[in-house]
């Protein structure tokens, strides 16, 4: 989609809408709900292929597009309030670096064992965040989402509730949160823990049970055991490279790579109600880079009674196996619908995208 006509989408939109969640926004029926329509497209940090991930403007489009369900990431501000970002490092996807009232805040750290020099939101109150904007992540390959950078905000979940609870109401269905924790054990280290505040926010707002279009998801373990225990919410483990990095630091020698076998999905299905693994659990390449074939991740996590939601597909030919790239430009859009196909065919209950639009028209196409 062309960025004017998302832009001009997304404000007849936001003008349109109620922004206050009201009982009257809460209590609206919904007449169809978010997991009517296998399988689930869920939109990777908002629709963040045509504008900068994690804005209100981003979840927003992405729920135009179709989407089932938006993609909060969450971290924690240094007074407890939860905001919508994929890192607690402020510099990639916010314009901190041109606040002077905010540059003897950058400092080195360690997070997740990656030392990084930044501005980290655990050094930011939530009126300080508000003060920023976002920017895009990734200009060299969205460049036309740059005309946004600046226009807007850094949500706090409350503020994307209050977006699901209007749109519901516009588009006539129900719209699901899949909401991820990042770095838990680093913000309970410094007594921020994410758990309880999240649970509670969703608990307010009327998410409370397993019946709820919400799905909490960590790369964590410790975390999601601990959800758990606070929740009946679904929880989702994600998979990712090397192992999980709260068992790291509890000297665990748990990985992934154990967790995908059967019994490790086994295991896993006594705390979490799903998996969202790496898509290369799904189906690896090959080592020349193209497409391979599937494994047996999905059938062995269906036989331990997962759902399974893989990520993230993009379109552009450089996020694209080789042999579905088109073209030499490397942010050029590939065969997506291929590779798509492909992961569907494999029997996935949902999966990540920065371009829901793509998705929903294949997932809406192969139902007819
Ligand atoms: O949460 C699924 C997927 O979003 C995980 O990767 O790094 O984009 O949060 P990331
Ligand atoms: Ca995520």
Known sequence: MPIHQARALLLSALFALPFTANAETREAPAAKGADDGKPLIIAHRGASGYLPEHTLAAYAVA??????????????SKDGQLFAR??????????????PEFADRKR?????????????????????????????????VRPGNTRLDGQFEIPTLQEIIDLVKALQVSQGREIGLYIETKHPA?????????????????ARNGYADAKAPV??????????????????????QL???GQPQDQVELGNPLTYEQMAT?????????????????KGYVIPRKADGSLGEPTRFVADAHAAGLLVHPYTFRA??????????????????????????AFLATGIDGLFIDQPDIAVRLRNAAAH
């Open 316 to 341: 552009e030919n450089q996020f694209l196996p080789i042999n579905l790239q088109r073209g030499s430009d490397p942010a050029a859009r590939g065969d997506i619908d291929a590779e798509l196909r």
């Open 239 to 241: 998979y990712g490279k």
């Open 186 to 202: 680093h913000f309970q280290q410094l007594g921020l823990a994410m758990e309880k505040p999240l649970v509670e926010t969703l």
């Open 108 to 140: 080195k750290a360690t997070i997740d064992g990656v030392e990084l020099d930044g501005w980290f939101s655990e050094d930011f109150t939530a009126a300080e965040l508000k003060r920023l904007r976002a920017i895009e992540r990734i200009p060299d």
């Open 262 to 278: 059967p019994a490790g999905l086994k295991a896993v299905a006594q705390y979490a109600n799903g998996v969202g693994p790496d």
């Open 86 to 99: 994929h890192d607690n490092e402020l510099g990639l996807t916010t314009d901190v670096a041109k606040h």
């Open 215 to 236: 799905y909490l998801q960590s790369f964590e373990v410790s975390n999601l055991k601990a959800l758990r225990q606070l929740s009946s919410l679904r929880l989702v």
């Open 63 to 76: 729920v135009l597009q179709g989407a089932d369900y938006i993609e909060p990431d969450l971290v924690m």
